[in-house]
């Protein structure tokens, strides 16, 4: 049973990690590459059909999209308590470096993980998280950046569409027709590469400072993120897929997307801390990824 797990987890961990590294070597020896093209294919066509596809996948009952929409902002909201509390320990800006703390990476590689441990449910409820948390870096992490509370990034977000379109279809329980679902499923699995891959290349160029500080943030989400995930799951009652699904996506370190707002609307030394735990919490996650993905596999069958 043992031998089990481990296989089943070098067959869940491998492939996320290899693709991230091969982007990561990409992107080294192609410092001048300019990946905005695949970011841009990834943003506006990938993800919206990866959202749609993976949350029409199995029929999604509307009431668990609600429950889980409710549950995630939960998970975001305890995040948020203990991210103020590291910074303010830190003497770091709470505002505009809190989004890295309070939103992992559940879509560049949770989503991947989710689905290799747990088949196509796994991925539908890692999907929901995505969606709450591509709604927020359009609002909140806008918001914590920039110091100022906009609708129009969000407006003008095309993934906003797709999970509008797929709530619909859950809610009416309409069913996908094939060739839409199937053109979907093609468009998505290349994504999942495209995307995994160009977490690698943006990893290639992000710099690391106050290493000690970073460090402890590091931890903090990826040590802090399960411990809340486990205390959410336990207090819900949640088991099996949906369980896993949650404490996975509560595990993963920060998103890169937080760096490319900061980088947008922050000062320099702001982004340039976020970056440092985006890159060191990504380093540090190839050692506890694969530990939450064995809890997960073991605990949550």
Do not use: W
């Not at 199995?58 to 939960?74: E, P």
């Not at 990826?222 to 996506?249: D, E, H, M, N, R």
């Amino acid at each position: 049973m043992q031998i089990e797990i481990i296989i089943k987890l070098i067959e869940v961990v491998f492939p996320v990690f290899f693709i991230i590294g091969l982007g990561y070597f990409f992107g080294k020896k192609n410092p001048n590459f300019d990946s905005s093209t695949i970011t841009g294919f990834a943003g506006t066509i990938g993800v919206p059909c990866l959202l749609f596809y993976s949350l029409t996948l199995n029929h999604l009952d509307f009431d668990i999209f609600i429950k889980f929409s409710g549950i995630t902002l939960i998970c975001i909201g305890l995040f948020a308590i203990m991210g103020i509390f590291v910074l303010r320990l830190l003497n770091r800006n709470i505002f505009k470096e809190l989004p890295p703390i309070i939103l992992p990476n559940t879509g560049n590689m949770g989503f991947a993980f989710c689905l290799f441990a747990y088949g196509s449910k796994g991925f539908s409820i890692a999907s929901i998280m995505v969606a709450v948390n591509c709604i927020l870096h359009f609002t909140v992490n806008i918001f914590l950046a920039k110091g100022k509370f906009t609708f129009e990034p969000l407006l003008k977000s095309i993934p906003l569409y797709a999970i509008f379109i797929a709530a619909v279809f859950l809610y009416f329980n309409i069913p996908v027709p094939k060739f839409v679902s199937n053109t979907t499923m093609l468009i998505s699995y290349t994504a999942i590469v495209l995307i995994l891959s160009s977490l690698g290349i943006a990893l290639s160029t992000l710099k690391t400072v106050s290493i000690s500080k970073t460090l402890i943030i590091s931890f903090a989400r990826l040590l802090g993120g399960p411990a809340i995930g486990f205390a959410v799951i336990k207090f819900f009652g949640l088991t099996g897929y949906q369980a896993g699904a949650l404490f996975i996506q509560c595990s993963m370190p920060a998103a890169v997307l937080t760096y490319l707002l900061a980088k947008m609307y922050s000062s320099k030394e702001h982004a340039d801390n976020i970056a440092s735990v985006i890159a060191m919490s990504t380093v540090i996650s190839i050692v506890t990824v694969p530990i939450i993905i064995l809890i997960a596999l073991t605990y949550f069958e």
